[in-house]
Nanobody, 119 residues
Framework: QVQLVESGGGLVQAGESLRLSCTAS????????MRWDRQAPGNQREMVAT???????RYGDSVKGRFAISRDNAKNTVYLQMNSLEPEDTAVYYC?????????????WGQGTQVTVSS
């Protein structure tokens, strides 16, 4: 069984930074593009950033220039560096990837990590 586990969330003030991590574990043969999504109370889940196996990145409009996604394939880990945080960034952040394990490809979500930005 494969799983994704996020860490690094917390409470910060506006203008500060946080770094989220998400690590895949289990019997893993391959991981697809990895993605960070977020969901604020009362809002739909939205894409924050994606990164391909080769390192190509894409960002949601609201975080361009402030957030940076990266991955360490050797560690099966994706990171999200969040700078110049704003109260509007307050949400639960989820990691997502398709992971190929012993039973084939599985769409896998992490449990989420809370990010709260105070003004």
């Amino acid at each position: 069984q494969v799983q994704l586990v996020e860490s690094g969330g917390g409470l910060v003030q506006a203008g500060e930074s946080l770094r989220l991590s998400c690590t895949a574990s289990g019997s893993i043969f391959e991981i697809s593009a990895m993605r960070w999504d977020r969901q604020a109370p009362g809002n739909q889940r939205e894409m924050v950033a994606t990164i391909s196996n080769g390192g190509t990145t894409r960002y949601g409009d609201s975080v361009k220039g402030r957030f940076a996604i990266s991955r360490d394939n050797a560690k099966n880990t994706v990171y999200l560096q969040m700078n110049s945080l704003e109260p509007e960034d307050t949400a639960v952040y989820y990691c997502f990837a398709h992971i190929r394990g012993t039973t084939g490809w599985i769409a896998t979500w992490g449990q989420g990590t809370q990010v709260t930005v105070s003004s």
